[in-house]
């Protein structure tokens, strides 16, 4: 690609190297605009004679057309791609969705020179209308082999983001204490509605009982066959692991624990386990407050029915220190 001032009567179809502004100050053609018959007739009007300009050469693709192209490798679910100026293309949420990032390939696509992609946190929830990626594309024009290289990575590896949408997100919530479940209802059910309005969604169904291991079992046994999102075990204690009342009973009732203790503040204490593919997830102290806590990091991606692994638990640290 080389830059060059022209004469602006044969500057049809080349690259406008810098944006051209009116005698006031208004911006008369945009940096990367491809000039047409009819800007030549409107550049001639403001009385420019010669404009700096590029053409694309040999192997070389638009900036446009470069983001288009990666955009359309980039992700999966349900977003719509939205061209924006300057070698731009945005990925727009189309409904609530989860927003899923694949933190290691976005990295080393990053390190190529010619396009990079920016996205929102890993687990973020996202409303319609919400960015919740971008597309950037090296000025006016890139080599096309190193797209190609690019897209091939795409297409083995990627998607590097999922837009998975939350539909018909339903959760269950036990309330616990170790004399009277109601208390525990009455301190916590107000922060958890506020909590659970965040993402868009409400308790569907809830039971409360002391904080003793069978009637844990019961209580979740019944909350688990109406095949919720999620169920939330709201305790007025925190527990010792998964040894204690509640860990006892989520084993008795049958699920599998997958993780005890996140490396999140607030929210070390997480129990974690699965009830087939229905997560039950225990936070001691984090229904006390409406303040952002682990429970809001790993709800979303349960609330679009995705499987929260041990693994991904453990990458919490990074960013985990909330308050």
Not at 24 to 51: A, F
Request: net charge negative.
């Amino acid at each position: 690609m080389k830059a060059q001032t022209v004469d602006v009567r044969s500057s049809t179809g080349r690259i406008l190297c810098c944006t051209v502004f009116k005698p006031g100050g208004k911006k008369l053609l945009g940096k990367g605009h491809i000039i047409s018959d009819e800007d030549v007739k409107v550049l001639e009007s403001e009385g420019l004679d010669h404009i700096w300009v590029t053409q694309l050469e040999e192997g070389e693709i638009g900036e446009d057309e470069a983001v288009c192209s990666v955009s359309a490798e980039v992700g999966c679910g349900c977003y719509e791609v939205k061209l924006a100026a300057g070698g731009r293309a945005n990925m727009i949420a189309t409904e609530p969705c989860c927003v899923l990032v694949d933190d290691d390939l976005l990295k080393q696509v990053n390190c190529t020179s010619s396009v990079v992609i920016a996205t929102v946190m890993n687990y973020s929830h996202a409303v319609p209308g919400q960015r919740i990626a971008t597309v950037k594309s090296a000025p006016f024009a890139v080599g096309k082999p190193c797209i190609d290289g690019l897209l091939d990575m795409l297409r083995e590896r990627g998607p590097i983001m999922q837009a998975r949408p939350i539909r018909n997100a339903s959760v269950g919530v036990l309330y616990t204490d170790p004399g009277n479940g109601d208390r525990a209802r009455q301190m916590f059910e107000g922060i958890m509605r506020q909590r659970l309005e965040r993402f868009g969604a409400v308790p569907a169904f809830s039971m409360s009982c002391t904080e003793e291991q069978g009637a844990v079992a019961r209580a979740l046994s019944h909350l688990v066959r109406s095949r919720p999102s999620v169920v939330l075990v709201a305790s007025t204690t925190a527990p010792s692991g998964p040894e204690d009342a509640v860990g006892r009973g989520i084993t008795q009732m049958g699920a599998q624990l997958e993780r005890f203790m996140a490396p999140v503040e607030p929210g070390n204490l997480l129990l974690l386990a699965y009830h087939d593919d229905v997560p039950i997830l225990a936070a001691p102290g984090c229904f006390r407050s409406a303040k952002s806590n682990v429970v809001d990091l790993v709800l979303p991606p349960m609330l679009a029915r995705y499987r929260v692994s041990t693994w991904e638990v453990a990458c919490l640290g990074h960013g985990g220190l909330l308050a």
